[in-house]
């Protein structure tokens, strides 16, 4: 059987996870290659309902691979799930095992090598085995996307196709039960952080939007509790957050704070989402200060200045400056660096070689079009909202227009 991309079946709720077995019967699936983070797959509780669900004898494991996915981890994948000659494919644990799994299940049908496919950007015309997406973190939304991320040799591949989108996506939220305070934060402002991009996104679009909008009111109401005090209400809102924001981005993709996010973390291992909040308000500002002559969108500047206006509404202030203040007041609280300086990166050495290393095409995707010397200066607080020890420049207020 293969899975073509397009149609997904969401089952998001607590306790959801009982739904595997029936899932694997409406699958006529009697053989299930199992993609696990193991210290998430014990410590959520999953481990102990599947062996409950699924014969030992039936299932082939594979695990082991460290966080962000190596392309070296995809062939050791592809060689045992072909071997194993699985119906199914079922993956359970944050962003790296879901997305170790979308290119396993895929490329183990298709005669091409993992890394000339995510090199060569080959395309995926055999479509994929069915697979299950089980997220145990409420933050990648990777199980709500058609896209993976891989490295080869250090550098970043994104491997994008229909058939990578898993034909079900199970949300438990008491899965993330367990997930501690530090991860809670890092993979919710990730939710976040992506929910605020695609508002502004040159790919958006108005389902992306509304997808956005829910995420981001969700997590900015919910994620302060789920990672100082958890309740099973901010749990359900995370999960369900995170999910509506995968769907955003997998319509618009991300931006400009996720184009630098990536050699933070390479550099100061920074969690990503932490990473991404970091230039989540000095983006903002900049972004507000699109004119027609540096609009990337076609749709022009006044209608990206209309699509940031509903982020003041979700941070529930009136001017792009309280906004700053508000992103960056809301990282704080969730103990996480809010801007590159209080991460103690500020030299101008860093903050160039930052700038060096920005993906292109999540940059591209910027509403306000930035060079590298705009983006060093974007980054040392010379043209945003600034607050302490960084320099205050004036922005423009919000408009409707």
Request: glycine share 6%; net charge neutral.
């Amino acid at each position: 059987m293969s899975h073509l991309g397009n149609q997904q079946t969401v089952y998001l709720s607590a306790g959801s996870l009982k739904e595997i077995p029936r899932i694997c019967r409406l699958h006529g699936a009697t053989r299930t290659f199992l993609v696990v983070d193991e210290v998430a797959y014990n410590l959520s509780g999953a481990a102990t309902q599947l062996r409950q669900f699924l014969p030992p004898d039936a299932i082939t494991l594979f695990s082991g691979f460290e966080p962000n996915p190596k392309i070296e981890d995809v062939e050791r994948g592809v060689a045992k799930c072909r071997a194993a000659n699985p119906d199914l494919v079922l993956a359970l644990g944050g962003g790296t095992a879901i997305d170790l799994a979308k290119m396993i299940a895929s490329m183990t049908k298709h005669k091409a090598s993992p890394h000339d496919i995510a090199v060569n950007g080959i395309a995926l015309s055999e479509g994929s085995l069915p697979l299950i997406a089980v997220p145990t973190t409420a933050g990648t939304g990777s199980e709500s996307t058609h896209f993976a991320v891989v490295y080869i040799e250090g550098k970043k591949y994104s491997v994008a196709d229909p058939c990578l989108l898993p034909c079900v996506a199970v949300v438990d939220p008491e899965l993330t039960y367990s997930v501690p305070p530090k991860m809670t934060a890092a993979t919710g402002l990730d939710a976040f952080c992506q929910a605020i991009e695609s508002i502004w996104a040159v790919g958006a679009t108005d389902e992306s939007v509304a997808y956005a909008t829910s995420a981001a009111t969700l997590a900015f109401e919910h994620l302060p509790t789920a990672t100082n005090a958890p309740t099973p209400e901010a749990r359900h809102a995370m999960s369900l957050a995170s999910h509506l924001a995968g769907k955003a981005i997998n319509i618009s993709k991300t931006t400009l704070p996720h184009a630098i996010s990536y050699a933070i973390t390479a550099d100061y291992g920074i969690p990503h989402g932490a990473a991404v909040a970091t230039t989540l308000s000095c983006v903002l500002a900049y972004n507000f200060g699109v004119s027609t002559s540096d609009c990337a969108d076609q749709r022009g500047a006044a209608h990206v200045r209309q699509r940031l206006s509903l982020i003041l509404d979700i941070l529930k202030v009136a001017s792009v400056e309280d906004a700053c203040l508000q992103v960056e007041a809301f990282v704080s609280s969730l103990g996480c660096s809010p801007t590159l300086a209080a991460a103690g990166i500020q030299s101008e050495e860093s903050l160039r070689v930052l700038t060096s290393r920005v993906n292109a095409a999540r940059l591209s995707n910027n509403p306000r079009t930035a060079n590298h010397e705009d983006l060093l200066s974007l980054l040392q607080g010379r043209s945003t909202i600034a607050t302490g020890s960084r320099r205050r420049t004036e922005a423009p207020k919000a408009t409707a227009g």
